[in-house]
């Protein structure tokens, strides 16, 4: 009879050693003990969930908060089973929104290949939109730029960002909309943003006249070829990303980068002056540490794909490779 069960940290060892022996590589996020914690340690508990039998462990998955309540919406972002096992693996899989509680189950960079297994368990999959917008420069270092379109973009009267330096200037401010899915909250925005041990981030809020509608979050990607801004996160409902116009060139001019670029899903970054990246006309690098002059694609599912939003922080992404 197959059992499924919460795993607790004193038992970690039974993930790791499930996935160095079944994932086919030593996982980052599993070995590293740094980020292991800072993902997955919850109190007492693990955010895994496994699958035994009389053989022990069949299928393991792991999943990320969204927000501090009990039932958050969840990130699945390990999921492994048994060569063989597969049908368990996909038991636990439809399973885990259940076992959570959460309202929205979704997850950022599946295969493409996968796409049918949550196709069959009647999920949402589809691919995520990569935007970009060019810095004005007669020479790119990072991008291989064929065909330069720079759409005009200005500010909006009245509106205007402000760099936010810390969680507490934030909950003195600002709203969260409940419409948005998945639904984040503060302590979500501290511990991704500002707690983060690896990388740091710029999250600002959007002033719209007396109203602060939305949270914006960038990264400056360093490499040895120059800068590039990443859009990481947009919290706001899906029209404001409008407010952005002519800011993001601001921000590029400010340091010294090549192009902003975005991977979402759910907003239209035509909207904030952003060019959509649809096919190889240009090249906008998403490695850049070293760099990979080549266009990559990103894939998700989610529960539920009325109001939903991704970006490229969601989950376990946007996160150095410590492989």
Known sequence: MNNIRRIPMQE????????????????PLINNEQLFNYYYANGEMTNFYALEDEDGVEAVCGYIKCSEQENSDIWVSVWCAKKGKNGLGLSLMGAMKELTGANIMSCNNIRENTMPFYSFLGYHPDKMNHYYRLADKENYKIAIVNEKIIPISHKKENVWIEEMNGIKQIRKIFSFPKEIKPHKDFWYVNKRYFEYPHYEYKVFAIHNEDKIPALVVFRVNESDEGYVLRLVDFIGKPSDICLLNGFIDELMDKY????????????????????????????????????????????????????????????????????
């Not at 529960?303 to 946007?318: E, H, L, P």
């Open 12 to 27: 970690k060892s039974l993930i790791v050693d499930f996935m160095n022996e079944n994932w086919g590589s030593l996982h």
């Open 256 to 323: 010294s980068c090549e192009y902003c670029d975005m991977y979402c899903w759910g907003v239209k970054g035509e909207d904030a002056g952003f060019v959509l990246r649809v096919a190889d006309e240009n090249i906008i690098p998403n490695y850049l540490n070293s760099l990979l002059q080549k266009n990559i694609d990103y894939f998700f599912f989610t529960t539920d794909a009325d109001n939903f939003m991704m970006f490229r922080a969601d989950g376990d992404q946007d996160r150095k490779n410590l492989g």
